[in-house]
């Protein structure tokens, strides 16, 4: 199993500029999970779908972020324009959902962004 | 609201001591509980799991027990290695929702 898989492991940028982060969930699973981690504020949830559908995206700090799932082996993650405050390292997780409620989380080891 | 409370790190052992890491919950119903590990430079990975009372789940030399008396699900280990340095975090998955609720995490550090 390939395990989540996500790009660019490491993006430096300048302030202002759009940045788009990509994760393909593990085959099958399908619940997609999008966190950021910082030191200040932990692992804090930005937004999850079930089934390609967008479910509760009340952790997306502002407008500027914005998150697409157009099929099950795709998602993205868009900041625009991007901010300093938005440095952070951002992960993608995905899940079984339906009938198996146990079931644990499996992340991908994260996108670095820093933003200048 | 569900939640999860553990010990602020970091803890720093040396190789071979006792680990002991506090986690306990709140949260309605009967949640699954969890015990995740993120090694630099990583993603978090499962480390072990319990979904209902007095179940202890084990992992790599790791023990947790679901403590529903006291919402505790505190992390053991009897025998620490440096290669154990990492960062763990204490999740709960409250019964009837897919959505996890993560402790800020603890950091420990083993020292050979």
Redesign the interface.
Known sequence: DAG?IQSPRHEVTEMGQEVTLRCKPISGHD?LFWYRQTMMR??E?LI?F?NNVPI?DSGMPEDRFSAKMPNASFSTLKIQPSEPRDSAVY?C?S?Y?QGA??Q???????TRLSIL | GDSVTQMEGPVTLSEEAFLTINCTYTATGYPSLFWYVQYPGEGLQLLLKATKADDKGSNKGFEATYRKETTSFHLEKGSVQVSDSAVYFCALRPGGSYIPTFGRGTSLIVHP
């Open positions: 989540v619940y932990g692992l949830l999850y079930n509760d992960f997780a899940s959902g409620i146990n644990p989380q499996h992340f991908g080891d994260g």
